[in-house]
């Protein structure tokens, strides 16, 4: 019997270029404390918000961002704010926050009212504003990151200096949306950066059961996109993380993936008890690695006062509570809004 000839051996892989590994942000005192101020407005605003859930005054769903405010307050503290573009999924309040969008008018989207962001028809799932850059807010698993794709594919279109940060969940990295934007955007070297909130559950279901490869930093390997595992849970490593994603970004090598593993104190949305895990395990991560606290005790070794933090807290209750108050005393909108900014036509 002839033999098969033999096949010809592939190519050597070339040499790829990979991101440096970052170092976590130096932060002066100053910078510190406004991590801490923001992360604390994100942690105070949502637990508002899962009262006013209880009480009936938010209605569908309501996915909360306890935990996790170092991931968006780190990132996004390195944008620039003209320019770069930010979008993520249906857990949203923090990154409107931490973007310096007024927290009454958040709230008041969350309750459906007329003076809301998207003027109360977009509630907790679908908040928007092209003002501020940030483009939702969406309720579809991993629909946010084409879309991120194509905010990257304008950017570099229309040569902006613009990059867009795109977040999704462990729960939406298996999605296959998600690999055909990574291919695009591989191919035409789009300036975006994939941000993995990995907190661990997706839905209700761990990441090591849910996912063959639960190195999620790893998923763009096929497409030849580099990624970095970051410690989700402190803000400086995600700062430092975010200015070293933009540094390779911005200098046209195309996108990049940072895994960002955080964790969530809450269930996935207002109506999941969480009892696919331990409240023991909650309050291990709440006591070695909020954090809050890690940043409170940062300010405490560079001087500052238990009193300033307690004025702190007290100004951030007060603005939290004025936005429920807001929130809860503003219209709802008018029938005729019904069809506004929804259809083209007029009906």
Same mark, same amino acid.
């Not at 100053?30 to 404390?33: A, K």
């Not at 969940?169 to 934007?181: F, H, K, L, R, T």
């Given at each position: 019997m002839a033999k098969a000839p033999a096949r010809p051996s592939a190519p050597p892989v070339p040499n790829r270029e990979r991101p440096n590994e970052p170092a976590p942000f130096q932060a002066t005192k100053?910078?510190?404390?406004d991590f801490y101020q923001h992360m604390l407005l994100i942690r105070r605003f949502e637990e508002k918000a899962g009262q006013l859930y209880g009480l009936g005054f938010i209605g569908g769903f309501c996915h909360l961002y306890i935990g996790q405010e170092a991931v968006a307050v780190g990132l996004q503290s390195a944008l620039d704010g003209e320019k770069d573009s930010v979008i993520t999924g249906y857990r *949203? %309040?923090? %990154?409107?926050?931490a973007y310096g969008i007024d927290p009454k008018v958040i709230m008041a989207e969350l309750t459906g009212r007329a003076a809301g962001i998207s003027k109360g028809k977009g509630g907790s799932m679908h908040m928007f504003s092209t003002e501020h850059k940030f483009y939702g807010g969406h309720g579809i698993v991993g629909a946010q990151v084409s879309l991120g794709t194509g905010l990257a594919f304008k950017h570099k279109y229309s040569n902006?200096?613009?990059?867009?940060?795109?977040?999704?969940? *462990?729960?939406?990295?298996?999605?296959?949306?998600?690999?055909?934007?990574?291919?695009m955007a591989e191919?035409?070297?789009?300036p975006i950066i994939y941000v993995i909130e990995n907190n661990q559950y997706a839905m209700g279901t761990s990441v090591n059961r849910a996912s063959a490869e639960d190195q999620l930093y790893r998923r763009g390997e096929s497409f030849r996109i580099p990624g970095i595992q970051v410690d989700g849970m402190d803000v400086l490593a995600c700062r430092g993380a975010a200015e070293e994603a933009l540094a390779w970004v911005r200098a046209g090598k195309g996108p990049?993936?940072?895994e960002m593993k955080t964790y969530r104190y809450r269930g996935h949305s207002m109506s999941d008890p969480a009892k696919y895990r331990s409240r023991d395990e909650v309050q291990a991560v709440r006591d070695k690695s909020d954090p809050i606290e890690h940043v409170k005790r940062l300010l405490e070794e560079q001087g500052v006062k238990e009193d300033e933090l307690k004025s702190v807290e007290q100004a951030i209750r007060k603005q939290v509570n004025e936005a429920a108050d807001f929130a809860e005393q503003t219209p709802e909108p008018e029938a005729g809004e019904l069809y506004t900014d929804i259809l083209v036509e007029s009906y």
């Open positions: 100053e910078e510190l404390l *949203d %309040h923090g %990154h409107m926050l902006d200096g613009g990059v867009c940060l795109a977040y999704f969940g *462990d729960g939406a990295a298996n999605q296959g949306q998600v690999y055909e934007s990574f291919n191919l035409w070297k789009l990049i993936i940072l």
